[in-house]
């Protein structure tokens, strides 16, 4: 059994071999989820596959969703290419149970996955048709706590932090700087509400992801770069809000042992790969069954 969407067509094997699948239309949730997008995650890492993409997946199976997750990555841009690409966005959640068993979770409710390089123009342009459409309701992040600074140890700002600052949002390269140029194209497109939600485990993770994002809209503005009324779009929280949403859980590297179980059963996707940025990356997440929201 290999991890895709033509494998899975083969559902009494799956199931056989123990393994829980997607109970809703993965083809219709796809299909309404690039027209009507609703939730795009930026963090396409071990602890967003293992914990929100399994959230929405039991929403989906009950009924109470109709759309799915987009995921884009915006640091290590080989996850999606080794990773989401080559198994149709699907990945597989190994529960570690107290009892030591394991839960197989083949997870679907993932049905797009981009890379947020502003170099990639058909990933990028994507990105700006998902940020513009009146559908989006909510970006979250698992980015870590380094991902939301704009400053170094010694309190300067980053060298590419600094160029954005003087070229504004059509040649944004920064992590935040790329999110405030697409959150600038919402704003260009009547100002569109939506809800920017840290997931990350660090203290005031909303208030961190706010004065980034507030730090470019007013070093922008300030300098000419964008259209008035930008930063008190960005400030208004009627129309953007930055909440505070903390998720953790225990989401190791890929397990040995968890690899010969997985072997054992059938399942025949379970090599890791290791991107050139050191993130290492396998079609399957062995997770703990702990987890807190």
């Known amino acids: 059994m290999k991890l895709n969407a033509k494998e899975l067509e083969n559902k009494k094997a799956w199931e056989e071999a123990g393994f829980v699948l997607p109970e809703f239309d993965r083809e219709a949730v796809t299909k309404a989820t690039k027209e009507n997008p609703q939730w795009i995650h930026l963090g396409a890492g071990n602890i967003f596959r293992a914990f929100p ?4 997946q039991k929403l989906l199976n009950e009924g109470h969703m109709k759309t799915g997750l987009i995921v884009a990555e915006g640091y290590d841009y080989e996850i999606i290419d080794k990773m989401y690409a080559p198994h149709d966005n699907l990945s597989l959640l190994v529960t570690l149970k107290a009892n030591g068993t394991i839960e197989k979770n083949v997870i679907g409710s993932i049905v797009e996955s981009l890379q947020m390089d502003e170099n990639n123009e058909k990933d990028f342009g994507r990105l700006k048709e998902i940020f513009t459409a009146k559908s989006l309701q909510m970006v979250s992040f698992t980015i870590t706590e380094k991902g939301y600074s704009l400053k170094n140890a010694a309190g300067e700002y980053l060298g590419n932090v600094t160029e ?3 070229n504004g ?6 992590y935040i700087g790329k999110l405030s140029a697409l959150m600038y194209e919402r704003f260009l497109n009547g100002e569109l509400p939506v809800a920017l939600v840290s997931m990350d485990n660090c203290s005031h993770n909303g208030t961190k992801l706010y004065e980034a994002v507030n ?3 007013s070093k922008w503005e300030d300098n000419g770069l964008v259209k008035a009324g930008f930063k008190a779009y960005i400030n208004d929280s009627d129309k953007v809000s930055f909440t505070w949403s903390m998720i953790d859980k225990i989401t190791p590297r890929p397990d040995d042992s968890v690899k010969k179980m997985l072997t054992d059963a059938g399942f ?3 090599e890791a790969a290791v991107t050139s940025k050191k993130t290492f990356v396998a079609p399957f997440v062995n997770a703990e069954e702990s987890q807190y929201l």
Do not use: I, Q, T
Not at 169 to 174: E, H, R, T, Y
């Open 53 to 56: 993409a399994a959230v929405l």
């Open 164 to 166: 954005d600052f003087k």
């Open 169 to 174: 949002p059509s040649k944004a390269s920064s």
């Open 215 to 217: 730090e470019f809209a």
């Open 268 to 270: 025949e996707d379970v």
